[in-house]
C-alpha cells in the first residue's frame, strides 16, 4: 500500500478540510485577529491533521501489506479468511467478517454439489450392475443359440461402453481401489488382447506381439482396461485402404520400460495431436467417426498419471499412431 494511493483514496476528504481551513482564516480576519494567531492556529490544525492521518496510513499500510503477504504464501488461497487478525479499526473487522462469511457460504456450496456428485456417481455405478446383468444374460443367450457374430460384436460393445462409464466414474477415487505390485508385462498384455480377440478377428486386423519377459510395478486391472481401451480404439480407428496391424512391443532401459502400442490406421492430424488426452476432444477424426466420445484417451491418461506412469502420443495422419507408456523402475524395491 503506497502513501500515494492512500491520499488519492482520501482526497475528497483532503479537499474538504483545506477548504474548511481556509473559511476559518477568512473569518478570523473578517473579526480581525491576529495573524500570529491565524498561523498558530492553522499550524496546529495542519500538524493534528498530518498525525492522524500518518497513524491512520500506518495501520493501515501493516494491515493490508500483511494481508496481501499472506495470501500470496497461501497455496490455497480461499483460507485468506483464517489469516485476518481483527485490527483496531472499523474496516478491518468488516473486512474480517465479509470474507468468513462468505467463505463458509461457498463451503456450503461446495459441500452440496460434492454430495450430489456422490449421489450421482453412486446411482451410476449401481445403475452400471444393474445392467450389465441382461448384458451377460444376453451373451449367453446369444452364444447358446449360435447366433452370428454382428449380434455378439454389438453386445460387446456395449459391454465395452458400459465399462466404460464404470471407470470413468471411478477414475478420480481410482487410488482407493489400487493394488501395485509387480505383474508380468506379458501377461497383461495377453490377458488384454484374449478380452478383445474377437473384434480383433471380426475386423481381421493382424496383431503382432513382442514383450520380453519382464516385471512392471503397476495394477493389474487398470492397465488391461487401459490396454483394451488402446485396441478398442484401433479398431474403432482403422484404415480401410490397407490391411490393418496392431504392433504391441516393449523396450527395458537401465530406468524404464516402455510399453509401445503401434497401429497402421488413419492417424491424428497433426494440428490435433496435443489435444488427443483433453477430456470430450474428437477433432478431425471424431467429424469423420461419429462414435468417437474423446473419452478414452483421457481415461487413459487420467489413470496413467494416478498410478505413477507417463503416456504420449505419436501419429502421422494416414499412416500410424503409436502410444507409449512408461512405466519407472523401483531401484529401492529392487536393493
Known sequence: MRFTDYIKDRLTAVVVYTVAAAVIVVFMRAFRTPNELICAV????????????????????????????????LEKK??????????????????????????????????????ENA?????????????????????LMLHNSGSDNKASEQLRRIDSCIDTVLYYTRCDNAEKDFMIKENSLKALVRNSVVKCREDIQLNDISLDVDIPDVTV??????????????????????????????????DEDDDRITLRFYDNGIGIQESDLPYVFDRSFTGE?????????????????????KLGHSVSAASKQGEFTEIDIIFGKNKFYLK
Open 42 to 73: 492553522m499550524l496546529i490544525m495542519a500538524l493534528a491533521a498530518c498525525i492522524i492521518c500518518a497513524w491512520d496510513y500506518l495501520r493501515r499500510q501493516r494491515f493490508y501489506n500483511k494481508l496481501v503477504n499472506d495470501l500470496n504464501a
Open 78 to 115: 480461499y483460507l485468506i479468511s483464517e489469516m485476518i487478525e481483527n485490527d483496531d479499526f472499523l474496516e478491518a473487522g468488516l473486512l474480517s467478517d465479509i470474507l468468513k462469511t462468505s467463505n463458509k457460504s461457498m463451503c456450503d456450496n461446495v459441500a452440496f454439489y460434492k454430495h
Open 119 to 139: 449421489a450421482f456417481r453412486e446411482f451410476i455405478e449401481l445403475w452400471v450392475h444393474e445392467v450389465k446383468l441382461p448384458v451377460s444374460s444376453l451373451a
Open 217 to 250: 510395478m503397476t495394477d493389474g486391472k487398470w492397465i488391461e482396461f487401459i490396454l483394451v481401451q488402446l485396441i478398442s480404439n484401433s479398431i474403432k480407428y482403422k484404415s480401410g485402404e490397407r490391411d490393418s496391424i496392431i504392433r504391441i512391443s516393449a
Open 285 to 305: 477424426n471424431g467429424r469423420i467417426r461419429s462414435k468417437s466420445t474423446g473419452m478414452g484417451l483421457y481415461i487413459v491418461r487420467n489413470l496413467c498419471e
